[in-house]
Nanobody, 114 residues
Framework: QVRLVESGGGLVQAGGSLRLSCLGS????????IAWYRQAPGKQRELVAR???????STAESVEGRFTISRDNARNTVYLQMDSLKPEDTAVYYC????????WGQGTQVAVSS
């Protein structure tokens, strides 16, 4: 059974950093394009970063230069390094394939105070 488990969220002041982790089981993350998504209260879910099978990465314009996605094949884990956090980054962050599958995890809450 496929499971994606996100962790690493928390409360941080503006300008701070967090690193999120996405651990896969029942799925080899290196064999899929994996993305980080986020959903803020009252807003639609948005894709913030993706990493392809070949290791190519891309980020949304809103996080360009601040967020970095990476993958550790040995740990079957995808990371999202978030630097220079802003209050508008506050959201629940999820990982999933891109295009997204039905296997949504519980997400990890990120709250950035001003």
């Amino acid at each position: 059974q496929v499971r994606l488990v996100e962790s690493g969220g928390g409360l941080v002041q503006a300008g701070g950093s967090l690193r999120l982790s996405c651990l896969g089981s029942g799925i080899l993350l290196r064999q899929n394009t994996i993305a980080w998504y986020r959903q803020a209260p009252g807003k639609q879910r948005e894709l913030v970063a993706r990493i392809t099978i070949a290791g190519g990465t891309s980020t949304a314009e809103s996080v360009e230069g601040r967020f970095t996605i990476s993958r550790d094949n040995a740990r079957n884990t995808v990371y999202l390094q978030m630097d220079s956090l802003k209050p508008e980054d506050t959201a629940v962050y999820y990982c999933n394939t891109d295009p997204c599958s039905k296997y949504w995890g519980q997400g990890t809450q990120v709250a950035v105070s001003s």
